[in-house]
């Protein structure tokens, strides 16, 4: 897709871009990706995609139960980076950038060539990024452009292509990923350090064109009476090292690449010592505090399997504390902000970051859940992470 026209007006820049569906100018069809081919053979990270995608039911149906130095202080509409970088999005699974993307599209986007990247956008609903996807893609094309134009006087048109959902209109579940291609390495590593972008007129987070390291987010607890984190670890640090328990992990492990047992012993170890909890202190209407905890650890394969049945045995023990309850089964939450699956939309640590450009709390005109009123009645921020 090739950049937008800057003579026209807004509203006759969208009626008339060649991003418009249904536009039949030259430079569409000769900037547009080719199709599919039938014999092309996924190379191994494309085949990497893949055999997370097809693990991706399993983990939703767990969960519902180095770049060139640039500083973005010479781009003042952006929200500035932070020390230590933004908060952190977390995500179903490894691929989730990809979920229900028509697989002739997925295709097509495999033989686009590097560099490329995709982009997820903030504040909008997989629904609402379907049929806005022309805007979208105008807004994702000039803010990308401003910053590929930053790094490059001369940069080439940035192309933006917009997801196609598996089933077509008539489906389900959409997808959320945009890709975005014809931008120099140096401006891919730009967006790819900071990941986060925020503007007033759309934020959004850049992601590479693979397959992430599997995420730390396991599953979401709830029936404790206790709001000590401490109490939580201790109680999953003792039903992970039961000797059956410990044996399962230590199986799980063994069927990857791990070559002998004394590196699956230690990848064993170093899992059940990353494992940490985050408490999510949402008030119910009342004023109610019912604590969630967000369980959380670090994988020591990328092996698409073996992390996914480990998280789906490990999300079916019981977590047993000696005072203050056990664990329960609970849903997780799907921020509206940012995609993100350990919090709800009033518990958003994005609008509390300094200088955010982005939308802010209570900005949206979609009804609060008494979990986002409660938020607003005066939880501490400061302990949601």
Known sequence: MSKASNDKTPNDGLANSIHTPGNSTIDQTMSAPQSPTTNHAPTSE????????ALADMNRSVLSQNGTNHSTTLLPQFTPPLNGGF???????????????????LLTWFQVEQPKFMDRVFDHSRRDIAERATIIVE????????IAESTHHDALPVHVFPPQ???????????IGFLVH???????????????WSMTD????ALPFNCTHPPELLFG???????DIVTILQAISETWTQDNNRYCIEEFFSKCSLPDDELIYKATQDFITSCHVKLLDFKITGGLLVPHFNILTTSPTNDAKTWTDLRSYLSTLNYPTSLDGYRTVTALFTCQICHSLTHPQGLCLFPLVPHWNGLKVGNRNNNNTPHQIGRARGSRPGQNI
């Open 87 to 105: 908060p952190k999005v977390h995500m179903s699974h490894s691929t989730q950038i990809f979920d229900h993307l028509d697989n002739r599209v």
């Open 182 to 196: 014809r931008v120099s390495n140096e401006t891919k590593n730009l967006l790819l350090n900071q990941c986060i």
């Open 46 to 53: 494309e085949q990497a995609i893949l055999v997370h995608l």
């Open 202 to 205: 759309l934020t959004f987070e």
């Open 139 to 146: 807004h994702v094309h000039a803010n990308i452009t401003t």
């Open 165 to 175: 959902p598996q089933g077509g209109k008539g489906a389900k579940n959409f997808p």
């Open 221 to 227: 607890s709830t029936g404790f009476t206790t709001l």
